[in-house]
């Protein structure tokens, strides 16, 4: 069984510019995620989709992120403008449902310069 | 805000010994999970144990859950190099739909 695919890896952009991540869940898994990890810290929740509807962002910040989920099942997560603390890894993960564990992607390892 | 807490923040041990984390929580909970995660990798789940359940077993690794105290605790027996990762407990909440908060880790160092 494929795992959760995530693209790209690394991404070294200038503060104000934009950028794009991807995520294809594993198939069959109806809830998608996507987590921002700080270095030393644990995950944190930006986004939760349940199908293709959003179920939690309320720690997304909306004045420059943004995601979607098409046809509930790829996803891509925007920041416009980056900004200097939003160097961090985005991780994505997916899983059954909300009470199931979740199997996360290999991460994009974004620095804001 | 962080719901689950671990201690200790960093843990360095001797191949071979015992390595103990804990974890403590402050709402009720549906089910306790723990993650691995390796340098330079994405997280891996180990174990999941639902809120009516007091003990779990998966290979060297145990868990415990007192939910009384509303604490966890992760327990990894006959220690290797290769266990040496960053353990995050995460909790997920009775409420459908509601996140999973994850805490900010214990780091272990497996010393060969």
């Known amino acids: 069984e494929a795992g959760v695919a995530q693209s790209p890896r690394y991404k070294i952009i200038e503060k104000r510019q934009s950028v794009a991540f991807w995520c294809n869940p594993i198939?069959?898994?109806?809830?998608l995620y996507w987590y921002q990890q700080i270095l030393g810290q644990g995950p944190k929740l930006l986004i939760q989709?349940?199908?293709?509807?959003?179920?939690?962002d309320s720690q997304l910040p909306k004045d420059r992120f943004s995601a979607e989920r098409l046809k509930g099942v790829d996803s891509t997560l925007k920041i416009q403008p980056a900004k200097l603390e939003d160097s961090a890894v985005y991780l994505c993960a997916s899983s059954p449902g909300s009470l199931f564990e979740q199997y996360f992607g290999p991460g994009t390892r974004l620095t804001v310069t | 805000s962080q719901q689950g807490e671990e201690d200790p923040q960093a843990l360095s041990i001797q191949e071979g010994e015992n390595a103990t984390m804990n974890c403590s929580y402050k709402t009720s909970i549906n089910n306790l999970q723990w993650y691995r995660q390796n340098s330079g990798r994405g997280l891996v789940h180990l174990i999941l144990i639902r809120s009516n359940e007091r003990e779990k077993h998966s290979g060297r690794l145990r868990v415990t859950l007192d939910t009384s105290k509303k604490s966890s605790s992760l327990l990894i027996t006959a220690s290797r190099a290769a266990d040496t990762a960053s353990y995050f407990c995460a909790t997920a909440q009775n409420s459908g739909n509601t996140p999973l908060v994850f805490g900010k880790g214990t780091r272990l160092s497996v010393i060969a």
């Open positions: 989709f349940q199908n293709n509807g959003v179920v939690d």
């Open positions: 198939s069959g898994h109806a809830t």
